[in-house]
């Protein structure tokens, strides 16, 4: 009987093999060949390296960030679930790639049993033994029209979109970390130039009270100064409350505390990061992890259509297995003791209420909804990167302004001092000089705050963050988990 057992294995995967899944499609990008043109955009160049390819150690030039995202990298508990549901739809794909398989067992029992005489034919007690072993297979379909093949397909898709789910946690993580850092610099320059300032009020409120005390400043001028000095007082208080919270913020991003061996930290006016081209927008076809997922998700959709399809036909489902049957344990394996029990079924849909169809029908407008996901993930990605280049070339000319407008302040600051040391001006003008002079330093580094966490996005939404060293070969999510 193993022979047979043998022949029908053979039998089915010969069988089996048709399918009923659509062809697929990519549906056209629905966003422009281009980026967009105008002021607010800097020249297009051609990209000698996708940005997605250039590692975020070469694009972050801080090592202390560069410390702080490798860190976040082992210990974020988010980046952790990602790749557990890796392993997790791994296991589903596994489960059900089983089903294209028959699945063989072994079984071996025994029973005694006494019967009374009265309930025996000879009209004496006795006691019956009986003992068998086989091997068989039990209940498994053969895939004719490709239904569980289909399901199976269905599973490796999503397992795909998973590992590409994984990537797009891990790049978002990366400008996160980088976003949370650069925020917290910030922050920190912020409550320096409040110290510096506030220190500056007050000498200057010290320098009025005197003068007023000698008849030379009137109690209107005090009384500005002193408005000068609690208004720092309240600008320190909320950056030193900032800074605090920033370093929150950034302890929960990288699953643990800040490393206490951090290097020194670069300023934000210094060289931190690498400019990266755009490339063209079907380059995010391919670069854009969220673009990825969202298409083996179609793929996914698609697989699902045709295991609807399949439940319209009939299907075949084989049980089988061949073994010894004895009364006696000793005569179990001896010749003629063979038994085998071949149970084939069909079933053949004939009425069900309009069931399969809606079943198709419900498969068929999923398929319809992760069509618009896929197309609104590309529309999403094409408006990031867009927006990421028209936030480079403005804040260019934005901090260039803002530089100019601080040396101005400065130049302001400096002559309104010495005519009010001498006694040419008013203390007003003076006092206006420094509210200018410190509006203006605070803007100019929340405006470098704000130019390079747009380069941060830019580099996230062309999909950089994945590799760690430049060079490095992208996985190619197109191979099954391993068994």
């Not at 609807?308 to 003791?337: H, Q």
Request: charged residues 20%; glycine residues 6%; hydrophobic residues 40%.
């Amino acid at each position: 009987m193993s022979k047979s057992l043998l022949a029908l294995a053979v039998a089915a995967f010969t069988l089996g093999g048709c399918s009923l899944i659509p062809d697929y499609q990519r549906p056209e990008a629905p966003v422009a060949a281009q980026y967009p043109e105008g002021p607010a955009y800097s020249p297009t160049e051609a990209a000698n390296q996708a940005a997605a390819e250039q590692g975020w150690r070469q694009f972050f030039h801080d090592p202390a960030l560069q410390q702080l995202i490798q860190t976040a990298l082992v210990n974020n508990r988010d980046l952790r679930v990602a790749a557990l549901n890796i392993d997790a739809y791994a296991a589903q794909y596994r489960i059900q790639r089983a089903d294209l398989f028959p699945a063989v067992s072994a079984n071996g029992s025994g029973s005694r049993q006494r019967t009374p005489a009265n309930m025996s034919q000879t009209g004496e007690s006795g006691i019956s033994s009986t003992y068998s072993a086989t091997l068989g297979v039990s209940a498994y379909e053969l895939d004719l029209f490709g239904r569980v093949r289909s399901l199976s397909d269905q599973a490796l898709q999503n397992y795909f979109a998973t590992e590409e789910a994984r990537r797009s946690t891990q790049i978002s993580l990366v400008a996160s970390v980088a976003n949370a850092y650069l925020t917290w610099q910030a922050d920190k320059e912020l409550l320096k130039l409040t110290q510096d300032t506030l220190k500056n009020y007050d000498e200057s409120y010290k320098l009025t009270l005197r003068s007023n005390e000698v008849g030379v400043a009137s109690a209107l001028d005090l009384s500005q100064a002193r408005t000068s000095v609690e208004n720092a007082k309240v600008q320190l208080a909320k950056y030193t409350r900032q800074v605090a919270q920033d370093q929150n913020s950034l302890a929960l991003l990288l699953g643990t505390t800040l490393p206490d061996n951090l290097p020194a930290s670069k300023p934000l006016a210094a060289d931190l990061l690498t400019e990266v081209p755009a490339g063209l927008p079907s380059d995010l076809l391919q670069r854009r992890p969220d673009i990825l997922e969202a298409e083996h998700k179609l793929l996914a959709a698609n697989a699902n259509i045709g295991a609807a399809r399949a439940a319209f036909f009939p299907s075949i489902s084989l049980t089988a297995n061949a073994g010894t049957l004895s009364p006696d344990l000793s005569g179990l394996f001896k010749g003629g003791s063979g038994t085998w029990l071949f149970s084939p079924q069909i079933n053949l849909p004939i009425f069900n209420a309009g069931a399969l169809r809606a079943s198709l029908d419900y498969s068929k407008i999923q398929k319809e909804i992760t069509v618009s996901q896929y197309e609104k993930a590309i529309q999403t990605a094409f408006q990031e990167v867009s927006d990421g280049l028209a936030a480079r070339q403005t804040y260019n000319q934005q901090l260039q302004a803002q530089t100019d407008f601080v040396a101005a302040n400065q130049n302001y600051y400096r002559l309104a001092e010495r005519r009010y040391r001498i006694g040419i001006d008013s203390n007003l003008t003076f006092l206006d000089a420094q509210r200018s002079l410190f509006s203006a330093q605070q803007s100019l580094i929340t405006d470098r705050l704000s130019q390079l966490t747009s380069e941060v996005n830019l580099y996230k939404a062309l999909g950089g963050g994945w590799f760690e060293q430049t060079g490095q070969n992208r996985p190619v999510s197109d191979k099954p988990p391993k068994a």
